[in-house]
């Protein structure tokens, strides 16, 4: 754990007690603060109550005993309305804060020479992560990976001179954190995304682009408008910036195209690895991430040898691309954290005869942006809520079945899959939807499609599953 020494003597408000919220109040607790914590769900507070921490109603306390009010990242800060906590907090003059602003004051004040990458963008962000934090540990540096995947940022290992920190940083955490400073900040894409939460686009991007502005070098994608824009006013401030791209080759940067990874320096480019081959990297949107990781620890001075042998068994992210079995030409592939048709469109580029699973609970903009993809797909199977809003945007363009469920797309779709004689067919869920209408996350129904996958495949000789 981190223990957050720069509270210690103060007095905190705390809303949110989830696994982020609960470890932040621990953390505080552990560094000499006094945490009053609330939450709205009565299990919650139970579980805080049996860590000993103080659970008292924030509706019927002082608020001008508090130096700062910690919100959980989930909690609205400013849309579509403020949380009441943070209307208190305001009427108190206290700050607002998360976790991530208490990670990064607890390191500059105790050892502000600890390595830190940060990332963030709409897509990409986690395998990103994931790969960093593994070519990190390939090479045989202490690492730390967690934030907005896996592990609760404070409950991560102290900081170290030597330790090198991965964090994944959503815009409900950055919005948090005023004053984040990484060693390397990322920013990998920006599309629409979680405006009920910021209000707009413009005030999304503004909120992504604070984690490269305030990082000692900036990574910065430039594979849509509004990243590119990021990357020229941060050059234009005189911030060290290197531009990635999956999708264009670039005079200056790191940029994957046609399965290789090259740099490039004023015009003059190398080429630096193969990225052809690693089933875990494929693709254009796998380009990007691979781009983002090598300039990373390219910074951090990492060998370029010991960077590329990373590359090759890095095991890719659960329910991100994920083949989960094979059967002959068959591919079987848990895309599960697709929730968004951008990020669906990722997987839909990276495979030529696709027998497509989507739907779920639908976004704002359906699938229509998907057409590109359309020739891709032989026949979609529909699941979910979205199942005849996604059938009426698909007529006449490919051929679809109502499926209604996830474990009879599978069914349905293996089948037809089978039948067709391409060199390689992959079986895919990519849903572009959120769960919630039939699975409690994303996780829950990637391991409903592998379970399914698993329970068509079991005995069948000749066949893998992952």
């Given at each position: 754990m ?8 103060k007095?905190?408000a705390?809303?949110g007690l ?6 932040t109040a ?7 603060c006094k ?13 805080a109550?049996?860590?000993k ?13 508090f130096?700062a009010?910690?919100?959980a ?5 400013t849309?579509p ?7 208190k907090?305001r ?16 390191r500059?004040k105790?050892c502000?020479e600890?390595?830190v990458?940060a990332?963030?963008g ?11 934090a593994h ?10 990976m967690?934030?907005?995947i896996g592990?609760?940022?404070l ?12 964090i994944e940083?959503s815009s ?5 954190a005023p004053?984040?400073d990484p060693t390397i900040g990322?920013?990998m894409?920006l ?8 209000g707009s ?11 490269v ?6 990574i910065?994608?430039v594979?849509?408008s509004?990243?590119t824009q990021?990357?020229?006013?941060l050059?234009l401030?005189r ?8 999708a264009?080759?670039?005079p200056?940067?790191v ?17 630096v690895?193969?990225l052809?081959?690693i089933d875990?990297?494929?693709?254009d949107h ?17 060998d370029e ?5 990373g590359m090759a068994?890095?095991p890719?992210l659960?329910h ?5 079995g094979?059967?002959?030409r068959l ?5 599960s954290?697709a929730?968004?048709a ?7 580029s ?5 027998y497509w699973?989507?739907g779920?609970l639908?976004?704002?903009?359906g699938i ?5 993809y359309?020739?891709?797909v032989?026949?979609a ?10 059938g ?7 051929d679809?079945t109502?499926?209604g ?5 599978v ?10 004689a391409a060199?390689?067919?992959?079986v895919l869920l990519s ?5 919630f ?11 409903a499609?592998s379970e ?5 495949l ?7 599953v992952?």
């Amino acid at each position: 754990m981190i223990a957050i020494t720069s509270f210690s003597g103060k007095h905190v408000a705390l809303f949110g007690l989830g696994a982020s919220g609960l470890s932040t109040a621990l953390a505080l607790v552990e560094g000499g603060c006094k945490v009053t914590c609330w939450d709205d769900a009565p299990a919650r507070l139970v579980e805080a109550k049996r860590k000993k921490l103080i659970v008292e109603d924030l509706n019927k306390v002082d608020w001008s005993e508090f130096d700062a009010l910690i919100l959980a990242p989930g909690v609205s800060l400013t849309h579509p309305l403020p949380h009441w906590t943070v209307d208190k907090a305001r009427d108190a003059g206290i700050e607002v804060i998360g976790d991530v602003e208490l990670f990064f004051r607890e390191r500059r004040k105790v050892c502000p020479e600890a390595p830190v990458v940060a990332i963030t963008g709409t897509n990409g962000k986690s395998t990103t992560t994931s790969l960093i934090a593994h070519l990190l540990k390939s090479a045989g540096l202490d690492t730390q990976m967690g934030g907005n995947i896996g592990v609760p940022l404070l409950e991560l290992e102290p900081f170290h001179a030597e330790r090198h920190f991965v964090i994944e940083c959503s815009s409900y955490q950055i919005d948090l954190a005023p004053s984040l400073d990484p060693t390397i900040g990322i920013h990998m894409n920006l599309s629409p995304d979680h405006l009920d939460r910021h209000g707009s686009l413009e005030n999304y991007a503004a909120i992504k682009e604070r984690l490269v502005a305030g990082a000692k070098v900036a990574i910065v994608g430039v594979d849509d408008s509004l990243s590119t824009q990021i990357a020229d006013r941060l050059e234009l401030a005189r911030k060290p910036v290197c531009r990635i791209s999956g999708a264009f080759e670039l005079p200056d940067g790191v940029y994957a195209h046609q399965g290789k990874l090259f740099e490039a320096y004023d015009g003059a480019q190398r080429k630096v690895g193969i990225l052809d081959g690693i089933d875990s990297l494929r693709g254009d949107h796998n380009g990007q991430n691979a781009a983002a990781a090598f300039a990373a620890l390219r910074v951090l001075k990492v060998d370029e040898a010991e960077i590329l042998k990373g590359m090759a068994d890095f095991p890719g992210l659960h329910h991100r691309m994920e083949v989960v079995g094979r059967s002959g030409r068959l591919l079987f592939v848990n895309d599960s954290k697709a929730t968004n048709a951008d990020a669906a469109a990722r997987a839909l580029s990276s495979f030529d005869r696709i027998y497509w699973i989507a739907g779920g609970l639908p976004k704002e903009g359906g699938i229509a942006s998907l057409d590109l993809y359309w020739p891709r797909v032989a026949r979609a199977y529909l699941i979910g809520e979205a199942a005849e809003e996604f059938g009426k945007t698909l007529k006449g363009h490919v051929d679809y079945t109502l499926s209604g469920t996830l474990e009879k797309a599978v069914v349905q779709a293996t089948s037809d899959a089978r039948a067709d004689a391409a060199d390689e067919v992959a079986v895919l869920l990519s849903p572009a939807c959120a769960s919630f209408d039939q699975y409690a996350n994303f996780e829950l129904r990637g391991s409903a499609f592998s379970e399914a996958v698993r329970n068509l495949l079991n005995g069948n000789e000749g066949q893998e599953v992952a």
